[in-house]
Each structure stands twice: as structure tokens, then as C-alpha cells.
């Protein structure tokens, strides 16, 4: 990822000096002292010669004498050495010292760029750049290929750039094609395609020993460059960064020391190469502005010998003439589809990629093999995931969501996907301007949320995710006006706009563009929004009346303040009041634009055309991975479009970490104006919450309110919703977090919470066990709750702040094991009445223990062990037990293994019971069971997961019952009644010969 601000701030260190006496390149040695005087005009030649003339005179007197070389077959060769030196000692002694300088640079540099960034460090461990890294491809060019004017405003042919002079990074400095030496090399690329990123491997390779054509790195930031006006000698701006390097310093351009000097980000710096504007000057020891020293190291009139990189994004390439660069090189990013799966192999299978120290346990690495599996088919697929994925930015963007979705065993509150879009904003533009040379000093990012922002809004509210040409105008030249307006856009077209838009690959919308990826068109929409873009024409006279009105009338009021004190007349305090008003009528304007803020929000987060879709993290998910998630035919209309993250995103931004990096990136948003929109959606969102919402929009809106991150709204919003129904919403740990997060909120108990057939296991039961105590009514069936997730049951049911009161665990695997969990729960537990265990594979052994627990329990009232493989024997004693209960009124048994001597016993023991229902059959007797509705409803809504053979098998016992009863009662009405009920029967026999359950 990009790093923009990467400068030590202190000395560092490097790597054993080579000895000057062996193993040195001609290249490495002192050039002679040249200069082309092709740029020099007019009177002013003389002048430079004889200067030229006096700076060689003083080099030549203070430097040793050149070595010598001779010309060998093959390449320069050295001449044999000369005979030692009375001082051969004293240079010995300051090779030595130069030695011991340049290895603590090149330790104080390693150390320095190691450093990751927050949103590196934040998201798990990142594979450090000193030991596994992939290389963008970077191919030679020429000014004339930068130059060449594109005839149409996008850049439709540029995405996948031609490849076929490509050039390792250790060869940026070997001879051209004309068999020149290169000085300067020229790295430039667009933003997102690596280029800090490869050059802070330079150096780290340089610190390793693995650039050994230079024995002295020198980097400098331009941004840092730029921020002073103050003259400086390049000698004391070099030890100003490196202390370490103060001895070393004086020496350099005076030996044959091989020196690289790496400048990187050349487009913050305004470069003159004009003689009236930047003088000559060949004196390190002289002070002049930092933008000279670089003019005069690039034209090799300062320390020629010495070799220099530059980065800089395409626009700024035309700043330095062409005459003093070497080489052109352009990154072109991951545009092989084998870098970018190399890049997400090792970032992905990385040992602690997982959020938890170790090697990850043989699940955890089977579930990171098959994310990395999976986002490799779709990247063959050719789809527009791979083209995002041609800039190195977006391969890391994807692989933090991932990161995000997957491997978070516990989210942190603070954690949130709008902050993970916000950070990688940050770490690619990090405040930086459009163009240095322009005097608005517009952000790069306020620029983008004025266009593309504008185009992503115009595409959500239209349900359009493609955009011709047309719209692309329509957007961004609507107000060009000035030159200096249709400069920003030109350099914008050049440096940023593949960032955000390439051409979609979807057959038939070749000439179209789409965003990155999906999520990014409804982050910028949403940053449009809040950023108070959208505004109507009186809105926006409004506020500049307003701020206009109220500056003149700051200096008004001082002087009607003075002259009061003068001349007390009464119509001065009038007056000043008067004066007040005018601000205040027309700072209306700008509540009212608040107020359009949050209703779009409120109006987008409930928009029931999106109703029933995918919740917005599987969508999300689909979107990079290419599985699960609802999928669009290629043939549908583009208004099938779902733009659900929108709403989040507006909420998101307005969080205050989320503001404070936008703040940095030149999008301020007031804490007045986050306070006021949340004040004016308050009422709606929290109305409009008590409807009901379709268990995926539900998902949706506690997301939202994560996002927010406003504690005391979220509180009032969820004070209200009494029910959570989130059934048969895949539960990730992200999601259990947001959850737990939300309603963890509030102290208030929940009447119901529903997560039935939400792929819930033990490790997302502890994610929600705060929120689980304070349910009501708990549904947990169709999951995979074995025996250790009923260890958190028990413990669950054994808290002091439990109020479970209804618990049902239908079709999980309990087994013997968890029922004995359950039984020490159900013990001790004072607050559950209802406890459904119905199809959990208990057996005779679980029964038995659940019975010989239910004596020391005083409040159970409905126990429910149907289909569980029950015998004669264990279903006796469990209705036994049940009849001496002080509460115990209804106990299920059908569906088990029970023989008709058992069922006559069982209904026996009913005739002298004392209040106790026994659920076992449809009849009763020469009667139909009141209880068959109960039975039959319960059947059919297990039928789709239950073993078909087997509820075969007990419907046809249910129907020779009902059948045979049917034959022995004479009464008219009970015929009738068996008769609907047999019917029933039947239905649910034929679906399943026929398979349509």
C-alpha cells in the first residue's frame, strides 16, 4: 500500500562499505566534472563558462587524484594498483569510519520503513516488505507515450497497459539503448499502483544488501520538502534527516562513493528548471530553497556523479525536461492476473492472518485455503473483479474486507466497514492536493466527492451502476469555466480517474465504465451526501450569503461596539441587533440542508423495494468472491440494482473517527452538523423500525447503527425494538459482533430473539452471550449446537441475570453429551418454562439424565423430547417424573421409538395424571387427539431437514391409527373429524413421494 509520509525523522544506517580497491564498476567511479550548456542562452554563456571553469579549479585542488582505468574486451577493468601512499593508513581509517556510518543508515532506514501504518496493524499482521513482497510490473516508456493526447475524456484502452518492455527494479540504472549511462530515472504511475510501495522496497532491498550497485541511499518526501521556504545547503538538509551521516556527509561528491538519492511524490514540489527562476549552483555547502537543490541535482550541475529516482504521477512528468532524465518507467501495477493471486495467496494464508496468536488449528487453515480458493475462480472468470484488482490499492482493499468478514473472531465496537473504506482513502491520498501548481490548493479527495461523488449519486438514485461517456461529462465538465477549472480536471483524468472508474468487462458494455467495485459507488455517493454537495441553488446562495454577511458583519459590530461607548444613542444597539439577524435568517439554509441529509438517509436505510435481498455483508461478500448472495441475470434491467450500502455509508461517515480522517483528507464535516442530522433522523428511523423488518433488512439496520457509532442514538433506536427476528440470516462473527455491539447498548430485556438456521456454533454463542441473557424467548434451532455449545447453554441457564424463559434447540446435533449439560443447566435455572428439545439425537441416556435433573427444576411447564430415538422404558420414567412435577403440564414423546404396549401404558398413566399432557399419537383412544394440530404443524415444518424415510415411516403408523379408530366409532362427527385429519396425513405422505417438500 501506498505510505505517503515515509521520511525518518532521524539518522539510520546500512550495510559493510565495499573496499574501493576491488570489486568496483566504472559506473560507481567519479565522473568527470561536465555540464551541457544546451539550456544556457544569450549573455549569460560567458558567465557560466568561466564559473563553470572556477568550480573545476576548486574541486580538482580539495579532491585525490582520480584513479585510473583501462579499457578491457568485454567492459572497463581497473589498472593494477599503485604503489601505497605515505597516508594509506589515515584513508584505511576513514574507510572504516565511512563503513560504520552507512551500516547504521541502513539499520536506522530498515527499522523506519518497517513501520506499518494503523490500518496495516489494524486488521491483523501484514507480511513485511524486508521478507515477502510482489512486484508490480513496471515497463520503460518515453515522454512522447506520456505525452500523447488522448482524443477521448476516458481511458478506455489503458487499463491492462502494454507489457512488452518490461524492466526488473535493479536494472532502472543500466545502460539505454543508446549505451549511455542513466542518472536519472523518472518512476511515475497513477494513484493506487504502487509506486511508494516499490520504492520502499528498493530501499529495503538497498538496507539488505540486495542493491549493491549503490553504497549510499539518500530518500527524501517532496511533501516534506515542500513545506519549507527557508534556504538550506544540501549538506545540512541530508544530516537535518540523517545525524548519523554528519561525518560521512562533507566527503560526498569528493569521493567515488556510489550514491542513489530516491525522491519520491516529485508533484508536491513546484519545479523550476528556468536560470532566471532557479539559479546554478554546484556548492552543497550553499543554502538554497529545497526545490533548487532537487532543480540542480536533476540538471547534474550538483553532485553529478550521483544517481537519482524520482517518483511522480503522470502530470508532474512534464516538470523536469526531458534532457535530464535517463529513463522513463511506468508501474503498471498487478496487470498480470497471476501477481494478483500470488499477492492474495500470501496475504491471506498468512499464519496470524486469522486474528489470533499461533499457527492457525487445521479448520482455520482449511477455511483460509478455501477463501483464497474461491476469490481464484473468480478472478479467472475475467470479471470485474480482477480489473479493480490490476491496482495493488484495491488488492489490498479486498483483502482487508475479507479480513473484516472472515477471520475477526471478535470485532472490536470501533471496527467498521466505512472506516475500513475511509483508512484506505487515507493511506492512498492522505491529503494531498490535486495539483501543487494551482492556487485553490483543492484535496485531491474534496475533488472527487465534488465529480465522481456527483456521478456515483446521479448512478444510486437512478439504480445505475454503468456509465457512458456522456454521463462522464455531463459530471465533470458541467462546470468548467476557467482554465484553471478544465487544468484540474485534465491532471484529475491523468492521475486519479482509473482509480475510481474502469471499463466494465460485461459483455455488450465494453464502452462503459463502472466503479472499482461496487461498494465504492455507494461510498462516494454517500460522501456527496453528507459533505452537503447535494444542495438546491438557494441553499448554496444561502450559505455563501450567510458566511459573507457574517464576516462583514463581525467588523461592523466592533465598530458600532466603539462608537457606543462614545456616543450612547439608542439607535446603535438597534442597529447592532439588525445586524446579527442577517446571519442567523440565512444559516436557515443550512439547517435545512441537514435536514435533506437525513431524510435521504432515513428515506434510502427503508426503502422497501430493496426488501427480502441478501443483507449487505453477503452482498458484499458476493461481490468480491463471486458466491452466495443474490446474483442478477446478465438480461435484467439495471434498476434491479440493490444500493443498500448507501444508507450505512452516510451513517458510517458521520461517526467521529470517520470525520477526523476526513477532516485530514480535506472533507470536514462540523460536529454541529453530525449532531443536527442525527437530531432530524431520530424520529424517523426509530418510526419507522417498529414496523417489522424482513429478517435481512433487520441485519441491515443494526449494521447501520454500528456504523453510526453513536452510542446514545443507537440506545433510543433500540429501546424500541422489543422483537429481533434475524432467522435464517447466515451469522458470521461479524454479524454475532454487530449484534452483541448494538444491543449491548441498552440494559433492556428483548421479548424474542430469533436465530433459527443461522449457521450459529459455540464460538458465536460466546459472541452473543450478553445479549442471550437478556432474552425472553430464545430460538436456536436448525443450527450446529453440539455438546460444547451446550457448555455455554449451561452456563447461560446458571447466570443470575438469565430471564430465558422459553429455549428451544429443535435439530441440533445435543447428543448424550450436551444433554448432560443441559440437565445440570435446567437444574439450576429459576427462570425457564418452555424447553424445546425436539429431534436432537438424545437417545435413551440423554432422556434419562434430563429426567433425573427435572425434580431439583420448580418452573419447566412444556418439555419437548420429541423424535429422539426414545424407547418404551426412558419415555415411562420421564412421564413418571413428569406427574410428580409442581409445574411440568405438557410433555412431547411422538416420533419415537415407543411400542404399542408402551403407548398403552402411557396412556394409562394419563388417565391418573394430575394435569399432565403426554404428546404421543393422533388419537386418544376411540378419539382424535387434541393435540394432532400440534403435532402435524410441527411435522411439517421440519419435513425439508428431518430423514425422509423415517417421518415415512411414523406418518404411516400415524395413518393405520387414525385409520383404525376411525372403523371402531359409530358416532358420525368423530368420523368426520378422523376423516380431515387422515387427509392431512395423506398430503404431507404425497409431497414427500413426490418430493416437493
Not at 532502472?172 to 504511475?189: E, M, P, S, T
Not at 440565512?586 to 426503502?607: G, H, N
Not at 445479549?771 to 447461560?796: F, M, T, W, Y
Not at 396425513?985 to 409431497?991: A, E, T
Request: glycine share 4%; aromatic share 8%; proline share 5%.
Amino acid at each position: 500500500m501506498p505510505f505517503r509520509r515515509w521520511l525518518p525523522q532521524a539518522g539510520t544506517g546500512w550495510s559493510r562499505l565495499k573496499q574501493a580497491d576491488a570489486r568496483q564498476k566504472v559506473g560507481g567511479g567519479l565522473v568527470a566534472s561536465t555540464i551541457q550548456l544546451d539550456f544556457i542562452n544569450g549573455t549569460a554563456c560567458n558567465f557560466i563558462v568561466k564559473r563553470i571553469l572556477h568550480v573545476d579549479r576548486t574541486l580538482s585542488s580539495s579532491m585525490p587524484p582520480l584513479r585510473s582505468f583501462v579499457c578491457q574486451p568485454g567492459g572497463h577493468q581497473r589498472a593494477p594498483p599503485q604503489a601505497s601512499s605515505p597516508r594509506a593508513s589515515q584513508i584505511a581509517l576513514k574507510n572504516v569510519g565511512t563503513s560504520e556510518a552507512i551500516q547504521k543508515h541502513r539499520k536506522s532506514l530498515a527499522d523506519w520503513f518497517l513501520q506499518q501504518p494503523n490500518e496495516e496493524r489494524q486488521f491483523g499482521p501484514s507480511f513485511a516488505l524486508d521478507s515477502i513482497h510482489v512486484d508490480p510490473v513496471i515497463r520503460e516508456s518515453s515522454l512522447e507515450e506520456i505525452l500523447k493526447p488522448s482524443p477521448d475524456l476516458t481511458i478506455q484502452n489503458q487499463l491492462q497497459a502494454s507489457c512488452n518492455q518490461t524492466i526488473a527494479l535493479q536494472n532502472l540504472f543500466d545502460l539505454n539503448a543508446c549505451g549511455q549511462q542513466v542518472k536519472n530515472v523518472v518512476l511515475y504511475g497513477t494513484v493506487g499502483t504502487g509506486k511508494s510501495t516499490l520504492i520502499k522496497k528498493m530501499v529495503m532491498d538497498w538496507c539488505h544488501e540486495r542493491l549493491p550497485r549503490f553504497e549510499l541511499l539518500i530518500p527524501f518526501s517532496c511533501e516534506d520538502l515542500s513545506q519549507s521556504n527557508t534556504p538550506i545547503s544540501l549538506r545540512r538538509m541530508i544530516t537535518k534527516k540523517y545525524l548519523h551521516l554528519r561525518e560521512l556527509v562533507p566527503t560526498l561528491g569528493t569521493t567515488n562513493l556510489r550514491v542513489l538519492f530516491v525522491l519520491n511524490g516529485l508533484d508536491r514540489l513546484n519545479l523550476d528548471f528556468r536560470l532566471a527562476h532557479t539559479e546554478l549552483c554546484c556548492d552543497p555547502n550553499e543554502p538554497i530553497l529545497p526545490s533548487a537543490i532537487v532543480v540542480n541535482l536533476l540538471r547534474k550541475y550538483m553532485m553529478p556523479e550521483a544517481s537519482i529516482i524520482v517518483t511522480t504521477r503522470p502530470s508532474a512528468v512534464r516538470r523536469i525536461p526531458s534532457k535530464f532524465v535517463g529513463r522513463y518507467v511506468e508501474v503498471c501495477g498487478f496487470s498480470d492476473i497471476n501477481l494478483q493471486k500470488l499477492y492474495f495467496q500470501m496475504r491471506l494464508r498468512q499464519p496470524r492472518c486469522i486474528g489470533v496468536s499461533g499457527p492457525p488449528t487445521g479448520e482455520e487453515a482449511s477455511e483460509q485455503d478455501n477463501l483464497v480458493e474461491m476469490l481464484s475462480r473468480n478472478l479467472e472468470r475475467h470479471n470485474q473483479i480482477a480489473a479493480a484488482c490490476f491496482l495493488p490499492s484495491y488488492c489490498w482493499l479486498v483483502c482487508t474486507t475479507l479480513h473484516f468478514l472472515y477471520f475477526t473472531k471478535s470485532v472490536p465496537p470501533a471496527q467498521t466497514l466505512t472506516g475500513i473504506y475511509t483508512s484506505f482513502l487515507r493511506l492512498n491520498f492522505s491529503g494531498e492536493v490535486l495539483d501543487s501548481t494551482d492556487p485553490s490548493n483543492i484535496s485531491m479527495m474534496k475533488y472527487v466527492a465534488k465529480t465522481v461523488g456527483k456521478l456515483a449519486y446521479d448512478g444510486v438514485m437512478s439504480r445505475q451502476t454503468s456509465f457512458s461517456e456522456k454521463d462522464l461529462r455531463r459530471c465533470f465538465e458541467v462546470e468548467m469555466k476557467t482554465e484553471s477549472e478544465l487544468n484540474l480536471l485534465n491532471v484529475f483524468r491523468s492521475d486519479v480517474f482509473r482509480f475510481f472508474l474502469t471499463p466494465c468487462v460485461q459483455l455488450g458494455k465494453e464502452h462503459t465504465f463502472v466503479f472499482t467495485i461496487p461498494a465504492m459507488q455507494e461510498y462516494l455517493a454517500a460522501l456527496y451526501v453528507v459533505l452537503g454537495e447535494k444542495k438546491t441553488l438557494t441553499q448554496r446562495v444561502g450559505k455563501e450569503v450567510s458566511e459573507i454577511i457574517g464576516k462583514v458583519s463581525e467588523d461592523v459590530a466592533v465598530v458600532i461596539s466603539i462608537v457606543s461607548k462614545v456616543l450612547p444613542l439608542r439607535i446603535l444597539p438597534l442597529l447592532f441587533n439588525l445586524i446579527k439577524i442577517f446571519p442567523r435568517y440565512f444559516s436557515r439554509f443550512s439547517s435545512k440542508d441537514r435536514d435533506t441529509i437525513a431524510r435521504t438517509m432515513a428515506v434510502e436505510m427503508f426503502k422497501e423495494e430493496d426488501y427480502f435481498n441478501d443483507d449487505v455483508l453477503d452482498q458484499i461478500n458476493f461481490s468480491i468472491l463471486g458466491v452466495e448472495g443474490p446474483m442478477r441475470h446478465p438480461d435484467d434491467a439495471s434498476d434491479d440494482e440493490v444500493f443498500e450500502l448507501f444508507p450505512i455509508f452516510m451513517g458510517g461517515l458521520l461517526s467521529r473517527r470517520n470525520r477526523a480522517i476526513l477532516d485530514q483528507l480535506g472533507c470536514p464535516i462540523k460536529n454541529l452538523a453530525a449532531f443536527e442530522i442525527a437530531k432530524a433522523m431520530k424520529k424517523t428511523v426509530i418510526r419507522n423500525s417498529r414496523k417489522g423488518l424482513p429478517p435481512s433488512e433487520l441485519m441491515d439496520y443494526l449494521f447501520f447503527l454500528h456504523e453510526f457509532q453513536n452510542e446514545r442514538f443507537t440506545a433510543e433506536a433500540i429501546q424500541s425494538l422489543r422483537t429481533i427476528n434475524l432467522s435464517s440470516v447466515k451469522m458470521t462473527p461479524l454479524k454475532c459482533s454487530v449484534l452483541a455491539s448494538v444491543v449491548g447498548t441498552t440494559n433492556h430485556e428483548v421479548e424474542e430473539l430469533n436465530l433459527a438456521s443461522c449457521h450459529l456454533d459455540v464460538n458465536r454463542l460466546r459472541i452473543l452471550f450478553p445479549v442471550l441473557l437478556r432474552c425472553k424467548k430464545l430460538h436456536l434451532q436448525q443450527n450446529s449446537l453440539g455438546p460444547e455449545a451446550c457448555k455455554e447453554i449451561r452456563d447461560l441457564l446458571l447466570h443470575e441475570k438469565c430471564v430465558v424463559n422459553t429455549l428451544r434447540l429443535a435439530d441440533n446435533p445435543v447428543t448424550e453429551q450436551g444433554a448432560r449439560y443441559l440437565a445440570e443447566g435446567l437444574a439450576g435455572n429459576s427462570s425457564l418454562s418452555h424447553l424445546s428439545l425436539l429431534h436432537t439425537s438424545l437417545g435413551n441416556r440423554g432422556v434419562e439424565m434430563i429426567t433425573q435433573h427435572l425434580a431439583q427444576n420448580q418452573h419447566l411447564r412444556e418439555l419437548d423430547v420429541a423424535y429422539n430415538s426414545v424407547t418404551d422404558e426412558a419415555a415411562l420414567a420421564l412421564v413418571e417424573e413428569a406427574k410428580k412435577h409442581a409445574t411440568l403440564e405438557m410433555v412431547h414423546l411422538y416420533f419415537n421409538e415407543i411400542s404399542e404396549e408402551g403407548k398403552q401404558a402411557l396412556h394409562k398413566m394419563r388417565k391418573d395424571q394430575n394435569g399432565i399432557r403426554v404428546l404421543i399419537f393422533l388419537t386418544m383412544g376411540a378419539d382424535v387427539s387434541d393435540y394432532w394440530a400440534i403435532i402435524l404443524n410441527v411435522v411439517q415444518k421440519n419435513l425439508p431437514i428431518w430423514d425422509r424415510d423415517r417421518v415415512r415411516q411414523h406418518l404411516g403408523l400415524f395413518l393405520e391409527d387414525l385409520q383404525c379408530s376411525r372403523r371402531q366409532t359409530a358416532n358420525p362427527w368423530k368420523k368426520a373429524k378422523f376423516m380431515r385429519v387422515e387427509n392431512e396425513v395423506k398430503r404431507m405422505l404425497g409431497d414427500l413421494e413426490r418430493g416437493t417438500l
